[in-house]
């Protein structure tokens, strides 16, 4: 299978995907040539699920420096109100921050969703293994509380509430992305704005989407679905 065919798959799904070089150089551009930031003075926060196939979080590393980071299982804010005011404090004197946020999903070679073939690896497996895990699980029972594993059954009680229009959906998989990514993004616009008084005007580039995985033959992409300016 060849780029081209994989792109053609992911266009599919994602109507404005970008790769991810593409993605994280005009973004860059935009924030130091259009708003006229400091690089050395932009603060990196990061919402991304912990899954490691998420290589467009090192690129932006390779740029701005390392995150701080917000995300837990699915790329849900884990880190709370007790996270956004740590960052807040972070920022450089004269800085900005951005804060980068949303879901991930894999698109197989044959165009299939919510799996992917990881480095070294013969069998695929699946991406983001929390939702499709969460998937399977929703029209069960919760399980009972377990104290080592209160992420994902977090993760559970946020989706139930939407598990009817994920089963009537023409594709589960990537529905329950898209139904994370809103979860996730109503969430990190409400800690921002119960806290934004801790920025001190400073400028928050906040970039919410959803990072799609490829093999590693590919790039990663990103659809980006939120993409706005506070305290500007």
């Known amino acids: 299978?060849?780029?081209?065919?994989?792109?053609?798959?992911?266009?599919?799904?994602?109507?404005?995907?970008?790769?991810?070089?593409?993605?994280?150089?005009?973004?860059?551009?935009?924030?130091?040539?259009?708003?006229?930031?400091?690089?050395?003075k932009l603060l990196l926060a990061t919402s991304l699920c912990s899954d490691e196939i998420n290589p467009i979080l090192y690129r932006l590393i390779q740029t701005i420096g390392n995150p701080f980071f917000m995300?837990?299982?699915?790329?849900?804010?884990?880190?709370?109100?007790?996270?956004?005011?740590?960052?807040?404090?972070?920022?450089?004197?004269?800085?900005?921050?951005?804060?980068?946020?949303?879901?991930?999903?894999?698109?197989?070679?044959?165009?299939?969703?919510?799996?992917l073939l990881r480095p070294y690896q013969k069998q695929p497996t699946t991406s983001c293994g929390a939702l499709m895990m969460a998937l399977q699980l929703l029209e069960k029972e919760l399980p009972e509380v377990n104290k080592d594993d209160q992420q994902f059954q977090e993760l559970l009680k946020l989706l139930s509430a939407h598990k009817n229009e994920i089963a009537q959906s023409e594709n589960e998989k990537m529905e329950i992305t898209l139904r994370m990514f809103k979860i996730i993004d109503t969430k990190m616009k409400e800690l921002l704005q119960s806290n934004i008084q801790l920025f001190n005007g400073k400028k928050i580039f906040l970039v919410g989407g959803i990072v799609i995985n490829t093999s590693?033959?590919?790039?990663?992409?990103?659809e980006t679905l939120t993409n706005e300016v506070l305290n500007n």
């Open 1 to 40: 299978m060849n780029e081209k065919v994989l792109e053609k798959s992911i266009q599919q799904h994602f109507d404005n995907a970008r790769s991810g070089s593409d993605f994280t150089l005009k973004l860059i551009d935009q924030i130091t040539q259009q708003y006229n930031v400091d690089i050395n």
């Open 71 to 115: 995300g837990g299982l699915a790329g849900y804010p884990f880190t709370g109100i007790t996270g956004i005011k740590a960052f807040a404090s972070h920022i450089p004197d004269q800085g900005a921050a951005l804060i980068l946020y949303g879901p991930h999903i894999g698109i197989a070679e044959d165009g299939e969703a919510g799996v």
């Open 216 to 222: 590693p033959d590919y790039e990663d992409y990103f």
